[in-house]
């Protein structure tokens, strides 16, 4: 693995977002990872947004201690009014990365609906491989793959799961609930939005 592209709305980042980049960075320590949150996804149209600069800030709170060399808070799509496409963002990657490796990290949940994605075949074609994270279903179970993604470009990883989401962080500040699945200094970022 050379390069790993690890993107999301991060509305707003959390413990499961850390985790996955942990799982990754222990399972390929010499590679360079790229964390890409997008403003605008094409899947999540009508969710309640933070701003691009909140966004940000929130990734750079929650990720802090793991950004350095080859860990890199890549603002690519955050900066885009437009929805973000992966196949873009992938082009884009490969013109920074010339001569290496990509590969995708996606959940387990996005695997049914890969086929929905713009240009999934092409996508495919351009990744070496996609590295799924398991969200649903326990080790040693194997996760669902559907047919049209073949078996050479799938890497399931063995990580435990950890079930959490941004919406039910957004829905326990709405309810004025206690969040204890971010980082302090994100849940002081994030109280403080919340309030404006």
């Given at each position: 693995m050379?390069?790993?592209?690890?993107?999301?709305?991060?509305?707003?980042?959390?413990?499961?977002?850390?985790?996955?980049?942990?799982?990754?960075?222990?399972?390929?320590?010499?590679?360079?990872?790229?964390?890409?949150?997008?403003?605008?996804?094409?899947?999540?149209?009508?969710?309640?947004?933070?701003?691009?600069?909140?966004?940000?800030?929130?990734?750079?709170?929650?990720?802090?201690?793991?950004?350095?060399?080859?860990?890199?808070?890549?603002?690519?799509?955050?900066?885009?009014?437009?929805?973000?496409?992966?196949i873009d963002t992938l082009f884009k990657l490969k013109q920074l990365e010339p001569g290496h490796l990509i590969s995708l990290?996606?959940?387990?949940?996005?695997v049914t609906h890969f086929n929905q994605w713009k240009s999934y075949r092409e996508i495919l074609n351009l990744v070496y491989k996609l590295i799924i994270v398991r969200r649903e279903t326990e080790f040693p179970k194997p996760v669902s793959i559907p047919n049209y993604i073949p078996a050479e470009k799938i890497l399931v990883l063995n990580n435990p799961i950890?079930?959490?989401?941004?919406?039910?962080?957004?829905?326990?500040?709405?309810n004025g609930l206690e969040i204890n699945s971010i980082l302090p200094k994100t849940k002081t970022l994030l109280l403080n939005m919340y309030k404006q």
């Open positions: 050379d390069v790993i592209l690890f993107g999301g709305s991060f509305n707003p980042p959390h413990i499961g977002h850390r985790h996955v980049i942990t799982t990754i960075r222990n399972q390929f320590p010499k590679s360079k990872l790229y964390i890409c949150p997008n403003f605008v996804s094409p899947f999540k149209l009508n969710e309640k947004k933070f701003s691009k600069e909140e966004i940000w800030s929130l990734c750079l709170a929650e990720f802090e201690a793991f950004l350095e060399n080859n860990v890199i808070l890549w603002d690519d799509e955050i900066k885009k009014d437009q929805i973000s496409f992966t990290v996606i959940g387990e949940d996005n950890m079930i959490k989401s941004s919406q039910e962080i957004r829905n326990l500040l709405e």
